[in-house]
């Protein structure tokens, strides 16, 4: 923790706590906010750059705390907000290869069959996630990652709990789709 005069300044300023709260809050959910960022954005640097950007944002907003009723559904709601910003992005810039001279870097795989066949498997489920309409894929990265109810999902990013309801079924019902396709080819 920071304990320069600035932040020490800050602490004093905000009797309410609020930083503290969004600092416990944080540490507590970051595991799940990273791997719900990594399913949405489809990789680790991406995932933690929206990680800090999720941060920077909520705690931009920290004044507003004592409004907030589910601090772990406004905070998820930051992030989703951060992972689309980043992947509409991502879209709009054209990525290339890494080269060196002609040849186009390429990592070896060298791990195990049964590993490679993980990671394979984990490929397919990502591709498919990424497949869902928005709408389904955030109730269903809340729900699988963040592990929230149906309620905190619909508190969350304001909709009806059975929307919430109806969004997951229609996910669940195309990722299963989706991850037997591969199978059946």
């Not at 709601?77 to 992972?83: D, E, F, I, P, Q």
């Not at 910003?85 to 890494?98: E, F, Q, S, T």
């Not at 795989?109 to 996630?129: N, T």
Request: net charge positive; glycine share 4%.
């Amino acid at each position: 923790m920071d304990s320069s005069p600035a932040t020490r300044r800050e602490r004093q300023a905000d009797p309410s706590g609020a930083a503290d709260r969004l600092e416990e809050a944080f540490s507590r959910y970051q595991d799940e906010l990273l791997g719900t960022l990594y399913y949405l954005l489809g990789n680790t640097e991406d995932a933690r750059d929206a990680l800090q950007e999720t941060f920077v944002k909520c705690w931009r907003n920290r004044s507003h705390l004592g409004e907030i009723e589910n601090l772990k559904a406004w905070i998820f709601r930051v992030a989703l907000n951060a992972g689309r910003d980043m992947r509409a992005a991502a879209w709009r810039r054209r990525r290339r290869p890494l080269e060196k001279g002609n040849e186009t870097l390429v990592a070896r795989d060298v791990m195990p069959e049964a590993d490679a066949l993980r990671r394979e498997q984990l490929a397919l489920v990502r591709q498919a996630v990424r497949r869902l309409r928005r709408e389904e894929q955030e109730v269903f990265l809340l729900r699988q990652n963040a592990e929230m109810t149906y309620d905190q999902i619909a508190e969350g990013i304001r909709i009806p709990v059975g929307t919430a309801k109806t969004r997951m079924r229609l996910a669940l019902a195309k990722l299963r789709e989706a991850l037997k396709k591969p199978s059946a080819e």
